[in-house]
């Protein structure tokens, strides 16, 4: 562990957390709970309360997340942070495993407690960006965060599957109990690979720190002051709005797609064989993406990711087989992590120096905003409608609304802070251009 670099421990944090998003969001979690944990409830009504779920886990994150970013940057408690959302997120998924069938809502209230920790955790991963690399790095650093990200979860993922599908290899009764393992496997994966960060990433306290009473104090205010300082910042403003209505649409697509496979009547091991092809079909791709936005620019890339997504819920729309769900796979695996990694070092050159934290909190706020209305669109309309694949069709204003605001911001000028202005005149690529 000695002789990893920052930059390497602090992707491989990457590699840690992605196992809860692949193996409890996009995987087991939405098939177990319609399955096992609430089988006795209709799909639609099932489907209804896990939309709500996601969405309270992310109005408690906007609640709070200008409080956590503003006091990580006062007290240069980034990393603190981090490690104790880490902590929360990583026991709240490894206690899924005690849960007996039925206990729909127990389950419920555990998912969304380990939603909201990984969220919050991520507040302070991505203000730590600056700490690790410099400008010029941003994208290939987090390309390769997003990456580690898709082997890690892969890796898991395919073990978690393999248990499910041959329980008895691994001396397990059946594969309900092959899914309840999965769930502690996670937490204990997650608090493992966050070790290399926690040891390697030093971060720099401030100069002359406040005290903690006074920093509370000051931090509960963050809302305004955070507001006023983005305000100060146009083209990092405008590009939030358009970063929240687009990876709303990117995280309906990767929370709802099993549950919306499940409701169209695809085979349930159809879909994990479709979640893998997306894992393992992302690690390479991110890290090409990476290359292509230094080549493209940033934000053209960005635009390219959400052309695909659009022709790809279209199609979900009309599939009717396992074939086509593994050839959508592939197209999302292609592009997701690209989207995602492009779009945070896209924003980390808009940051001025200093305000990470605070801009990061605003960053994740807004990305999980989006998500507040995706899954319950998607759920409500389902059930105004009786018909799912209606439903999905709630996430193509979203793309289609960020990728024009992703276009208004790139024709405003550079950031006005010092700290950004000398960030953008090292970024790679033509991403900057008015």
Same mark, same amino acid.
């Given at each position: 562990?000695?002789?990893l670099?920052?930059a390497?421990?602090?992707?491989?944090?990457?590699?840690?957390?992605?196992?809860?998003?692949?193996?409890?969001?996009?995987?087991?979690f939405?098939?177990?709970?319609?399955?096992?944990?609430a089988g006795?409830?209709?799909?639609?009504?099932s489907?209804?309360?896990?939309?709500?779920?996601?969405?309270?886990?992310?109005?408690?994150?906007?609640?709070?997340?200008?409080?956590?970013g503003?006091?990580a940057?006062?007290?240069?408690?980034?990393?603190?942070v981090?490690?104790?959302?880490?902590l929360?997120?990583a026991?709240?998924?490894?206690?899924?495993w005690?849960?007996?069938?039925?206990?729909w809502?127990w389950a419920?209230l555990?998912?969304?407690l380990?939603s909201f920790?990984?969220?919050?955790?991520n507040?302070?991963?991505?203000?730590?960006l600056?700490?690790?690399?410099?400008?010029?790095?941003?994208?290939?650093?987090?390309?390769?965060?997003f990456?580690?990200?898709y082997?890690?979860?892969?890796?898991?993922?395919?073990l978690?599957?393999?248990?499910? $599908?041959q329980?008895? =290899?691994f001396?397990l009764r059946?594969? *309900?109990?092959?899914?309840? %393992?999965s769930?502690?496997?996670? +937490? &204990?994966?997650?608090?493992?690979?966050?070790l290399?960060?926690?040891?390697?990433?030093?971060?720099?306290?401030?100069?002359?720190?406040?005290?903690?009473?006074?920093?509370?104090?000051?931090?509960?205010?963050?809302?305004?002051?955070?507001w006023?300082h983005?305000?100060?910042e146009?083209?990092a403003?405008?590009?939030l709005?358009?970063?929240?209505?687009?990876?709303?649409?990117v995280?309906?697509?990767?929370?709802?797609?099993?549950?919306?496979?499940?409701?169209?009547?695809?085979?349930?091991?159809?879909?994990?064989?479709a979640?893998?092809?997306?894992?393992?079909?992302?690690f390479?791709?991110?890290?090409l993406y990476?290359?292509?936005?230094?080549?493209?620019?940033?934000?053209?890339?960005?635009?390219?990711?959400?052309?695909?997504?659009? $022709?790809?819920?279209? =199609?979900?729309?009309?599939?009717?087989s *396992?074939?086509?769900?593994? %050839?959508?796979?592939?197209?999302? +695996? &292609?592009?997701?992590?690209?989207?995602?990694?492009?779009?945070?070092?896209?924003?980390?050159?808009?940051?001025?120096?200093?305000?990470?934290?605070e801009?990061f909190?605003?960053?994740?706020?807004?990305?999980?905003?989006?998500?507040l209305?995706?899954?319950?669109?998607?759920?409500?309309?389902?059930?105004?409608?009786?018909?799912h694949?209606i439903g999905?069709?709630?996430?193509?204003?979203?793309?289609?609304?960020?990728?024009w605001?992703?276009w208004?911001?790139?024709?405003?000028?550079?950031?006005?802070?010092?700290?950004c202005k000398?960030?953008?005149?090292?970024?790679?690529?033509?991403?900057?251009?008015?």
């Amino acid at each position: 562990m000695s002789r990893l670099t920052p930059a390497t421990a602090w992707a491989l944090y990457d590699w840690a957390n992605s196992a809860f998003a692949t193996v409890v969001m996009a995987g087991f979690f939405p098939l177990f709970f319609k399955q096992y944990w609430a089988g006795s409830l209709p799909t639609t009504e099932s489907t209804f309360w896990l939309g709500m779920t996601m969405t309270l886990a992310s109005v408690v994150l906007i609640l709070v997340a200008p409080v956590i970013g503003g006091l990580a940057d006062v007290l240069g408690w980034r990393k603190r942070v981090l490690i104790q959302f880490t902590l929360l997120g990583a026991g709240a998924t490894a206690a899924l495993w005690l849960l007996p069938q039925g206990a729909w809502v127990w389950a419920l209230l555990l998912y969304g407690l380990a939603s909201f920790a990984f969220m919050a955790a991520n507040i302070a991963y991505d203000a730590l960006l600056p700490t690790v690399a410099e400008p010029g790095q941003f994208g290939r650093v987090s390309s390769r965060g997003f990456a580690l990200g898709y082997l890690g979860g892969g890796v898991l993922f395919a073990l978690c599957v393999g248990m499910t $599908l041959q329980p008895d =290899w691994f001396g397990l009764r059946d594969a *309900a109990q092959a899914v309840s %393992l999965s769930f502690l496997l996670t +937490g &204990l994966w997650w608090l493992l690979f966050s070790l290399p960060l926690m040891r390697r990433v030093v971060e720099h306290a401030p100069a002359n720190p406040p005290p903690l009473r006074r920093a509370m104090r000051a931090s509960l205010g963050q809302w305004r002051a955070s507001w006023r300082h983005l305000r100060a910042e146009p083209r990092a403003l405008t590009f939030l709005v358009a970063y929240w209505l687009y990876i709303d649409g990117v995280d309906t697509v990767i929370r709802m797609a099993v549950d919306y496979g499940l409701s169209i009547g695809l085979p349930s091991d159809g879909l994990i064989i479709a979640l893998l092809i997306v894992q393992f079909v992302g690690f390479p791709a991110t890290l090409l993406y990476g290359r292509l936005a230094g080549r493209i620019g940033m934000a053209r890339a960005i635009f390219a990711g959400l052309g695909v997504y659009f $022709l790809i819920v279209l =199609w979900a729309t009309r599939m009717n087989s *396992a074939l086509e769900f593994y %050839l959508l796979a592939v197209g999302v +695996g &292609l592009v997701q992590g690209g989207v995602q990694a492009m779009s945070r070092a896209y924003f980390a050159h808009l940051t001025p120096a200093g305000r990470e934290g605070e801009f990061f909190a605003f960053y994740n706020m807004l990305g999980k905003f989006a998500a507040l209305f995706g899954p319950i669109l998607v759920g409500a309309l389902t059930l105004a409608s009786e018909d799912h694949r209606i439903g999905m069709l709630a996430v193509l204003p979203l793309f289609a609304g960020g990728a024009w605001l992703l276009w208004r911001a790139e024709r405003l000028s550079p950031p006005s802070g010092e700290g950004c202005k000398a960030r953008m005149s090292r970024a790679p690529g033509p991403s900057h251009r008015r």
